[in-house]
């Protein structure tokens, strides 16, 4: 058993240990701490190519069968400027009805939308299964079309299909000085018929001594690929295409999945005989994202271009890119990992797998290498050197990603979509900042740290999964578009506001956010001037907030009433022999939560506590007292409530009343919870001591204290909860034999054992969230406010009920006003609903 034990140990908890992956802070839709502009239309759907102007004013949206334009210019609104429509005739919808499409897939999905020119852009859509390209003028928003009077043929630029997926870029429209006054010139990656099985990567529209230029059809350059995304990088002259495709290079009976980068150059004019209107700068290599020993993360979903820091070299840049795995043990993960282009371009110009044409198999070359592949400029190179870097495209290494390794492995979350920033923090150090879509619909915000990634937050930004999502930043307005099936939201990159304490704006690690001593918020760290509190690397609130800390142990080694160093908070009144659960507010997801007892101990025999950091006991005359819990976070502590169980006077009728009354809720197995009429909430804050004395009380009171009534002991009922056996185990047995007797002795043995576990499990688990540190009674005159830590309800994303309203309006007015209030955001009484008492003050029916 001990045995097991240590296997159940070993699997269990080590793990658990490593993948402490969890966004700190949820923002549900609708959540009052994010609030995100929405653009949305029953005329306008599909809105899945996003392009912004350079301004950053304007987004441009290609949607379905239209192309609109969005004033983005105003932060929080998106309001419609232009719409563009653009859709098949009658008979181009019979035409593509008859071929046997769906209805619903035949209107014209944009999916091509670029700048071309200061004065206009390039579109194309996959117009009822026949693509279509044509101009439209920025100025007026019209379609212009080309020379020849018609829209120009898509196929090659656009898919038939509008769930294919593919990539385009125009390059040279501003990145280009070496072309001054031309236009740009369309990459693109996609499959060229009807049916989908011609993958090409092209160039259209080439201007001057260019060509249009196409891939050799020759076997093997492409297999069967999924296009994600393309970049130009000026200083290389070189267009990057990124998919995934088959991997023939592996003898693997299993189709193997591999993701890939490709280059072509810019400056490729295709060979005079040999690779005529062919590229001559084609190659591809293969992206590894794999953790040591472990199966590789092969399925590239989405890759993002993160351009070199100030003054580094392009070598620097860096592609993060979000993987799949094919095989089920990672199934429902996804793993990110970063590519240097310095990494990239040595394994270019390193040595060439060759297929042999006979067996149709990869070997690593051989043979002397006559030509480089992958080299710009070969366009007057002889015939031999043509044909050797037509049969040598492959690079023979993999790019591995920097450090060797995962940048981070989400633990549950398939991520689709990525974008990436680097951003200053207030030491001057550069973090990167990774927004990742789940499919979901959540979108994370993560910072990637020496000690590991941290995911700072994470906001719903859609409900139903959606086919098609696309992401689009801009760094400019901190905002992150995103666009689905049903339309396009801005989310703001961060909401410093949201932190209400220097020790919350501490602890969340957000590069963007740091605490202003002077004005005492959380802002934007471009905001402060100086002394910005902000430990994105440590988060040291001790430090940044230059808060006292003052250990309970010696608060409590004075054997003083808590209410001498911390005034009792909530009152709950009980009934002896009732169960009382007594709730912890969650501030965060990463804090541990512990309670304790001054002068006495919370003993796993007597106390439960739950995963969700309640705490749940009987009621008897050992209980009774005070309860303090903390919550521990980056080896900072906070109180978060505290609590006075105190036995009610009267019956168990009025212990019921008043237990209502102190914002808790009631309820039987039989009925479904009870929200307290705000009657009874006053009357529940009125009746403490406390409230009337007109000392300031340093606590908040919690008023989610939920607190159970149970006059029958019996617990019938078909909601009896689980809980109930850990209460009977409190209750003195009868009539035992001597077999039951054997029986309870290895049960407790058993018992004993999994304590001793559970202990190491905990011991481990604080291991895991980081050391525990001071413990902090907050003090009332605390310059950072450590103060109005203990309102993270102000700020909860579910709307707080009536009773919280009424209870806040009763400090307030008895000068207990805190931050949220003065900021004025504490929810007023009228939001009071039935669903916000419930929602936020959850009962426990028992
Ligand atoms: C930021 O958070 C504060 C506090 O929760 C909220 O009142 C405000 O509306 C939020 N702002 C945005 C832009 O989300
Ligand atoms: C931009 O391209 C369009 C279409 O080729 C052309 O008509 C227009 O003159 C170009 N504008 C400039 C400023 O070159
Ligand atoms: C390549 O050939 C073109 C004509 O085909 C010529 O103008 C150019 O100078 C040649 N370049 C090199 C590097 O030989
Ligand atoms: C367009 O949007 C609808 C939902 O609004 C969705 O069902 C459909 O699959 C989408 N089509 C494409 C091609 O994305």
């Given amino acids: 058993m001990a045995l097991w034990m240590l296997a159940w140990v070993a ?72 719409k563009l429509d653009w859709f098949p005739t009658t ?42 390209c044509t101009y439209i003028d920025s100025q007026t928003f019209n379609l212009v079309f080309g020379p020849s009077g018609k829209p120009d043929e898509g196929r090659g630029r656009c898919p038939y299909d509008p769930y294919q997926r593919n990539t385009a870029i125009i390059v040279g429209e501003r990145d280009s000085l070496q072309r001054a006054g031309g236009d740009g010139e369309l990459y693109t990656g996609t499959v060229a018929d009807y049916r989908g099985n011609r ?151 390193g040595n060439y797998k060759v297929l042999n044409r006979d067996t149709l198999r990869w070997s690593t070359r051989v043979q002397e290498k006559v030509a480089n592949p992958g080299e710009c400029g070969l366009h007057n190179a002889s015939d031999s050197d043509l044909r050797f870097v037509k049969e040598n495209f492959l690079a023979d290494e993999s790019v591995l990603p920097i450090g060797k390794g995962l940048a981070l492995v989400s633990p549950d979350q398939s991520y689709s979509k990525i974008t990436a920033q680097r951003t200053r923090g207030a030491n001057g150090k550069d973090y990167t900042v990774l927004l990742l879509l789940t499919e979901s619909g959540f979108l994370h915000k993560v910072v990637l740290l020496d000690q590991g990634p941290h995911i700072i937050e994470e906001v719903q930004v859609f409900q139903q999964p959606q086919a098609v999502k696309n992401l689009l930043l801009s760094i400019s307005k901190g905002m992150v578009f995103v666009g689905t099936s049903d339309g396009v939201l801005g989310v703001p990159t961060s909401n410093c506001s949201y932190y209400w304490s220097c020790a919350e ?156 009354g102190a914002g808790a809720a009631l309820t039987t197995p039989a009925t479904t919870p009870t929200r307290p009429s705000s009657q009874s909430t006053v009357k529940g804050v009125g009746p403490g001591p406390k409230t009337e004395a007109p000392k300031p009380t340093l606590f908040w009171r919690r008023p989610d204290a939920t607190i159970t009534f149970n006059t029958d002991r019996k617990f019938t009922g078909v909601n009896r909860p689980r809980l109930d056996q850990d209460v009977e185990k409190l209750e003195p047995a009868e009539g035992r034999s001597y077999f039951q007797e054997l029986v309870a002795v290895s049960l407790m043995l058993a018992l004993a054992l999994c304590v001793i576990l559970m202990g190491a499990l905990y011991a481990l688990r604080q291991k895991c969230r980081g050391k525990s540190g001071p413990q902090v009674c907050p003090r009332r005159d605390s310059e950072a406010g450590s103060l109005r830590e203990q309102d993270p309800l102000t700020r909860s994303p579910s709307p707080t009920a ?19 209030l003065v900021h004025g955001k504490a929810p007023s009484a009228k939001n009071g609903s039935p669903r916000g008492s419930n929602g936020h003050l959850p009962n426990t029916p028992m």
């Avoid at 919808?93 to 035949?106: E, H, I, Q, R």
């Avoid at 209107?107 to 852009?121: D, K």
């Avoid at 003054?311 to 199934?331: C, K, P, R």
Wanted: hydrophobic share 35%.
């Fill in 505 to 660: 704006c501490v602890l969340s690690r957000d590069p963007f956010c740091a605490w202003d001593p002077n004005r005492k918020a959380c802002a934007d760290v471009t905001s402060i001037p100086a002394d910005a509190g902000q430990d994105v690397d440590g988060a040291n609130v001790v430090e940044m907030c230059k808060v006292t800390t003052i250990t309970p142990r010696a608060k409590f080694g004075q054997h003083k009433p808590p209410t001498e160093s911390c005034p009792p908070g909530e009152q709950v009144l009980v009934s002896l022999n009732e169960v009382v659960t007594l709730r912890c507010p969650e501030a965060s997801k990463l804090a541990s939560v512990h309670w304790e007892r001054p002068n006495s101990r919370i003993s796993p025999e007597l106390y439960l506590q739950r995963s969700d950091g309640s705490l749940r006991f009987l009621a008897t005359p050992v209980t009774l007292g005070h309860y303090l819990c903390f919550s521990t976070e980056s080896g900072y502590q906070q109180t978060l409530a505290l609590y006075t169980v105190k036995q009610n006077s009267g019956g168990a009728s009025t212990g019921t009343g008043a237990g209502a």
């Fill in 199 to 349: 993958p090409v990567i092209s160039r259209y529209l080439s201007e001057g001594n260019h060509i249009d230029l196409k891939l050799d059809d020759t076997l093997g350059w492409l297999e069967d690929p999924t296009f994600i995304s393309s970049t130009f990088i000026p200083s290389e002259e070189k267009v990057y295409f990124f998919f995934s495709e088959e991997g023939r290079e592996y003898d693997f009976i299993e189709k193997f999945t591999v993701s890939r980068i490709a280059q072509v150059c810019t400056s490729d004019i295709g060979g005079q005989r040999t690779l005529q209107r062919r590229w001559t700068t084609f190659s591809k290599a293969q992206l590894l994202c794999q953790a040591e020993k472990e199966l590789p993360y092969n399925v590239l979903q989405d890759i993002v271009t993160l351009p070199p820091p100030d003054g580094a070299s392009d070598d620097e840049t860096l592609f993060y890119g979000i993987f799949t795995s094919q095989w089920s043990v990672n199934s429902g993960k996804s793993a990110v990992c970063a590519f240097r282009l310095g990494d990239i371009k040595k394994i270019f110009s």
């Fill in 802 to 820: 009536a009773a919280t309203g009424n209870k806040r309006k009763g400090l307030a007015q008895n000068g207990l006003v805190q931050n949220g």
């Fill in 11 to 82: 699997i269990v908890i080590l793990p658990a240990c490593q993948a402490r992956l969890v966004p700190r802070v949820s923002f549900p839709s609708g959540s009052s701490g994010r609030l995100l502009s929405r653009f949305d239309s029953p005329t306008i759907g599909n809105t899945t190519t996003l392009l912004l102007s350079h301004d950053g004013e304007t987004l441009f949206v290609g949607a379905r069968d239209a192309v609109i334009s969005l004033d983005v210019s105003q932060p929080g609104v998106m309001e419609l400027k232009r």
């Fill in 91 to 132: 008979k181009d919808l019979d035409d593509c009805s008859m071929k046997g499409k769906v209805k619903t897939d035949c209107p014209n999905f944009i999916r091509v939308l670029q700048f071309l020119n200061s004065t206009h852009m390039y579109t194309c859509g996959t117009f009822a299964f026949s693509p279509r």
